[in-house]
């Protein structure tokens, strides 16, 4: 996409021990990006900072007729050990649990189980901290968040407040070195090589000037951030093993290797596919000079986090998308029922003109694919009631 992504990007594949990323070839692909971006992105005081201290970083180190300047050292992502070997860990014993679950070892209440942790957690993510704490798409009342932090703990992803903080950090600066899980450093950085690799230190300066004051405002974000070791020890491995052991006589291995690790691992590779595929493949209807898409298959998985072209461009909409149905947008349904309850409020949404006029100023033209709106103002023939006045006027007869 941009003109010099190739000089930004070196294959990461996680199996070194470093990454090499030449920090001074980036920059200008950072200046470009901003220069594509629509004109409402680009007043933005970030950005500006962004702009001004890539232009000085490419003035001191990318200009090639400024030999007398000593190139700063590349940056070498490092493998942190540690979070290497859990990732490890945890993929190994997904596939332990796989093969206790084919081999028809569990309980059939097992896998009832574990699909409904998987959802029911899913939705800690999605509508917990992705739409309410990162985006704050719609505001929610104290029962709904502690529900929702219950949830979200049970997935085992990180506190609420360093999700949303890289979350947000991700949208600011997205498929910049600033970017945590940056699309342009491939697939597999994206997916889950950033998780154990040393972030860029444009990432470490990013997250030091994005605003979190609203998080550190809300007492159960902060008390979960607080307790989270010994709220993982007992909601992300504690409930999940022991109620399958407890309530139905379930082994405790198979409920360990089933209901901790292949079920914690499947909600967190459901997170990583909206990084890296909705990041890659798909659809670009409301702005192509971005990476994100709309991925259908990724939407139905991580329940309606898959429209992400839509999402980077409007990410305070609380339905991350355009489309009406719940079918592909489970989250939304969920954050409807409880606005009927009243524990959801404030719900924002992007009005269709608004969504139209940025789709046909930016998009790629693949907007009446996924969208209800865009067969408005189509006509089925002449007749059709809603061909416009001066088409009607101006319609060619040739009588004979
Ligand atoms: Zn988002
Ligand atoms: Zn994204």
């Given at each position: 996409m941009a003109?010099?992504?190739?000089?930004?990007v070196v294959a990461d594949t996680g199996s070194n021990t470093e990454a090499v990323l030449p920090t001074a070839n980036t920059v200008p692909s950072a200046v470009w990006q901003r220069k594509g971006r629509p004109q409402d992105t680009v007043n933005d005081p970030n950005n500006n900072e962004t702009s001004q201290s890539a232009n000085i970083s490419s003035s001191s180190s990318s200009n090639h007729c400024d030999q007398g300047t000593a190139h700063p050292a590349p940056f070498r992502a490092r493998i942190r050990w540690p979070d290497f070997f859990a990732q490890l860990f945890v993929h190994v014993g997904f596939l332990v649990g796989l093969y206790y679950l084919v081999t028809f070892r569990a309980r059939f209440y097992t896998y009832l189980w574990t699909i409904g942790l998987v959802w029911a957690t899913g939705i800690g993510i999605t509508a917990g901290a992705h739409r309410l704490w990162s985006h704050k798409s719609y505001k929610a009342r104290w029962p709904l968040r502690l529900?929702?932090?219950?949830?979200?703990?049970m997935c085992g992803q990180r506190d609420a407040y360093t999700w949303a903080h890289d979350h947000r950090v991700h949208h600011k600066y997205s498929e910049t070195d600033a970017d945590p899980h940056n699309a342009k450093r491939g697939f597999f950085f994206a997916h889950v090589g950033w998780v154990f690799l040393t972030p860029h230190p444009e990432v470490v300066a990013k997250r030091k000037i994005i605003d979190m004051s609203d998080l550190e405002a809300d007492p159960i974000v902060m008390l979960q951030r607080r307790f989270y070791v010994p709220l993982f020890a007992l909601l992300v491995i504690g409930l999940p093993v022991l109620v399958p052991w407890y309530c139905w006589n379930e082994q405790l291995a198979?409920?360990?290797?089933?209901?901790?690790?292949?079920?914690?691992?499947?909600?967190?590779?459901?997170?990583?596919?909206?990084?890296?595929?909705?990041?890659m493949f798909g659809n670009k209807p409301y702005d192509k000079s971005i990476s994100p898409v709309e991925n259908m298959a990724v939407a139905i998985a991580a329940m309606g986090e898959g429209w992400h072209n839509y999402h980077h461009v409007f990410p305070w909409d609380y339905k991350t998308s355009e489309l009406g149905s719940y079918v592909f947008n489970v989250t939304t349904g969920f954050i409807d029922c409880f606005a009927r309850l009243g524990w959801a409020y404030d719900r924002k949404s992007v009005p269709p003109e608004v969504v139209a006029r940025r789709a046909a100023k930016c998009?790629?033209?693949?907007?009446?694919?996924?969208?209800?709106?865009?067969?408005?103002?189509?006509?089925?023939?002449?007749?059709?009631?809603?061909?416009?006045?001066?088409?009607?006027?101006?319609?060619?007869r040739t009588q004979c």
């Open positions: 003109p010099n992504v190739s000089d930004s529900l929702l932090m219950f949830l979200f703990t198979v409920a360990f290797w089933v209901c901790f690790t292949l079920r914690f691992t499947t909600t967190l590779n459901i997170a990583f596919f909206v990084n890296s595929v909705a990041h998009g790629d033209g693949t907007r009446f694919l996924t969208d209800e709106y865009a067969h408005q103002d189509a006509v089925w023939g002449y007749g059709d009631r809603d061909i416009p006045k001066e088409d009607e006027d101006a319609i060619v």
